[in-house]
């Protein structure tokens, strides 16, 4: 039993580290107190799109520290833009 219960949480941490952004990546920016684009903007970071979820958004910065720096200026949650975790709305969604 204590043997599955490390599986499970050895599953999660790496769950957890796949979805944290990596450095010149998109992002999904979420702001559940304020405004996703203005910590963008805050941030030094630029607009791709809409994002999958109401009041997220797609963003990118060119420095490394872009991450921290969105949280600082009011991100509640940075991720990696990727359609597999639903922080992108597919092509087939934004056409309609």
Known sequence: MPAAGLAVLGMGAIS??????????????Y????????????AGGRLLGPGGLPGSIIAIGDTPDFNHRLYAAGA???LRADPAMGCTSSEKERSS
Do not use: R
């Open 31 to 42: 702001s559940w107190q304020g405004d996703a684009l203005a910590s963008v903007i805050a």
């Open 16 to 29: 957890v580290v796949a979805a944290l952004p990596q450095e010149n990546q998109p992002v999904a920016v």
């Open 76 to 78: 509640s949650l940075v």
